[in-house]
């Protein structure tokens, strides 16, 4: 269906200028060219795009000879990108149907459950529309005639706020099984609600995320988790059971009663994180996952000593070296990550040991900041000791270097008091 320009919203206006000269090239060289996927559905809902996507019927060879300023990526999908500066504008040839004739000839492949490994077979716009995942999704707009093209019935289920798969949902889902991470990404996001047919098979083919490379799943989690609407999305995720095969160590933890210090820190973090974004604050995913994984490495450190006869000190390095390798088995946080999440979870610790020279040398410690916050979380959930630990530091923290040598001086003649008792 072709939706002329006086039906519909989107403006030229608010299409990035490199796109419209990608758009214009392409057309000025005898090929068909759209804005296609997500920057069409953000237009309609009158939002600004992150980035502008291009479809094509031109090959990205074809595509390499019209711009110096490409280069072809990917192995699983072939695209190109072209280099405006720091913007990179993405296009891709249109999807086609597959045949086995394609599996042979290596330029399509399938694993055992159905999931696509390679896809590059090309065709045309119609064919294009029913290979994208979401109906929203699958609308096109020319630079020719500034149309929308609708082939899936994309705009009236973005008008209805219902996020529907095309296609059979099984088949889509086993595909690419990242796509049931999508659907509850969209549905939290967009304030959309999931077609009951597109929800109905996740609990069931949830375990699927387990061929997903593990690098592949982080990126996911951060989209999920740390772009604003964190803690919606992992109520969300905790419905349709995909949270378990994201943080299976986590998962394993929850209580019956959804009451245990494990979910309400992870409460807190998610809502923290949200408040932190909508209000233009720097966040980090180090400390979300730190405050994650806290309870799970303290649980492991219990089991290790009881286990081992060590101290505790060396089974709390041993749980935390077990924790992430078992992590990064469904979701590879980077190194650059662990060893700042290893140095806030080490000065959980050290916080309490405040005498003498101490306090000071932790004080100047880089992560001190995200130590003390979640030891603040923390002690909002503990209560008891934890609370007097981190009022005693938000105080050291702010006071003036002669109030800290007084503190540190009545802590250490309390500590004396108490070893003459």
Not at 380 to 391: F, P, V
């Amino acid at each position: 269906m072709t939706i002329p320009r006086n039906e519909h919203n989107i403006s030229r206006k608010d299409i990035s200028a490199n796109a419209l000269k990608v758009l214009h090239r392409l057309n000025k060289q005898g090929y068909e060219a759209y804005l296609v996927g997500g920057c069409i559905r953000d237009l309609i809902l009158g939002k600004i795009p992150k980035d502008f996507d291009i479809t094509t019927n031109a090959t990205p060879e074809q595509i390499q000879k019209i711009f110096r300023n490409c280069r072809i990526v990917g192995r699983r999908f072939r695209l190109a990108h072209i280099m405006f500066g720091k913007e990179i504008i993405e296009v891709a040839t249109f999807r086609g149907d597959h045949s086995s004739q394609d599996e042979q000839n290596n330029i399509a492949k399938r694993s055992q459950s159905g999931m696509l490994l390679r896809d590059n077979v090309y065709g045309t716009i119609e064919q294009d529309a029913v290979r994208r995942d979401f109906t929203m999704n699958a609308l096109y707009y020319s630079v020719k005639d500034f149309a929308l093209r609708d082939y899936c019935g994309g705009l009236k289920d973005l008008q209805k706020g219902i996020i529907r798969l095309i296609g059979d949902p099984q088949t889509r889902y086993r595909e690419d099984p990242v796509r049931m991470l999508r659907t509850v990404r969209f549905a939290v996001k967009l304030k959309m609600k999931i077609e009951p047919a597109t929800a109905e098979p996740i609990k069931n083919l949830a375990p699927l995320l387990k061929n997903i490379p593990s690098a592949r799943l982080f990126d996911e989690s951060l989209k999920l988790l740390q772009t604003g609407n964190g803690y919606k999305t992992y109520k969300l995720l905790r419905e349709y059971c995909l949270f378990e095969q994201l943080f299976p160590i986590i998962d394993r933890l929850f209580a019956k009663n959804q009451n245990s210090y494990l979910e309400k820190i992870i409460e807190q973090v998610l809502k923290n994180t949200d408040y932190r974004i909508a209000s233009n604050k720097r966040i980090n995913p180090a400390f979300l996952f730190a405050a994650f994984f806290w309870y799970p490495i303290i649980e492991q450190t219990q089991a290790t000593c009881i286990e081992s006869d060590l101290p505790f000190h060396d089974s709390f390095s041993m749980a935390i070296n077990e924790v992430l390798s078992e992590q990064c088995k469904s979701i590879a946080i980077p190194r650059r990550l662990t060893t700042i999440m290893g140095d806030i979870w080490r000065l959980q610790l050290r916080m309490k040991k405040r005498h003498g020279k101490r306090a000071f040398a932790i004080l100047e410690h880089p992560k001190f900041r995200a130590a003390y916050d979640l030891l603040e979380m923390r002690a909002s959930i503990e209560k008891g000791e934890l609370l007097e630990l981190a009022k005693w530091w938000d105080e050291f923290q702010f006071t003036s270097i002669e109030k800290r040598i007084m503190m540190v001086k009545q802590l250490n003649k309390m500590n004396k008091r108490k070893g003459k008792r």
